[in-house]
T-cell receptor
């Protein structure tokens, strides 16, 4: 069966420090991969998606970036965190165009 | 563009009460519709889905019917439990708009609180 894992689960970082959140999917090949952010208002904001290795589409311009170095690995990064980057980050995958998404457990980032 | 509108709440009910969470959508094509549930501190879990008009999705006592004529996908449960307390998200995926790979369009979520 397919599984998705993301880490770390919780992260507290100072303003201006770098960020790396990692997500891996097991049990499937060539998934579509996504990073969402859920801020205090509970809504979900799509940050990045990827349909293949090295292919990244950005939905919202900001100081975050994403990379997909391997088929089932998706990384969210920042060189310098801002206070506004605090939130709950969710990785997700899908295999069908237009099909449902399957989410990881989430990573809670607090920037102080 | 596509959009999903749902009541934000919080919605507070007593145990064993009947639940309805309204969801309406706007889409350019013929979307698939989903309900997700998020328990505190966790990721989203798919609760149920419907892929065409008049389909009924159901799971764990929850139901939702895809109503094309009213562009709605309301979530219902006959008798809620304290363990149903969570945030519920309505979402759509519109393959016919040509953007199927770019994820789902989500509503803002409805916080449901069930009191014993």
């Amino acid at each position: 069966s397919q599984t998705i894992h993301q880490w770390p689960a919780t992260l507290v970082q100072p303003v201006g420090s770098p960020l790396s959140l990692e997500c891996t999917v097991e049990g499937t090949s060539n998934p579509n991969l996504y990073w969402y952010r859920q801020a205090a208002g509970r809504g979900l904001q799509l940050l990045f998606y990827s349909v293949g290795i090295g292919q990244i589409s950005s939905e919202v311009p900001q100081n975050l970036s994403a990379s997909r170095p391997q088929d089932r690995q998706f990384i969210l990064s920042s060189k310098k965190l801002l206070l506004s980057d605090s939130g709950f980050y969710l990785c997700a995958w899908s295999t069908l165009l237009g099909g449902e998404l399957f989410f990881g457990e989430g990573s809670r980032l607090t920037v102080l | 563009g596509n959009s999903v509108t749902q009541m934000e709440g919080p919605v507070t009910l007593s145990e064993e009460a009947f639940l309805t969470i309204n969801c309406t959508y706007t889409a350019t094509g013929y979307p698939s519709l989903f309900w997700y549930v998020q328990y505190p501190g966790e990721g989203l879990q798919l609760l149920l889905k419907a892929t065409k008009a008049d389909d009924k999705g159901s799971n764990k006592g929850f139901e939702a019917t895809y109503r094309k004529e009213t562009t709605s996908f309301h979530l219902e449960k006959g008798s809620v439990q304290v363990s149903d307390s969570a945030v519920y998200f309505c979402a759509l995926s519109d393959r016919d708009s040509g953007g199927g790979a770019d994820g789902l369009t989500f509503g803002k979520g409805t916080h449901l609180i069930i009191q014993p």
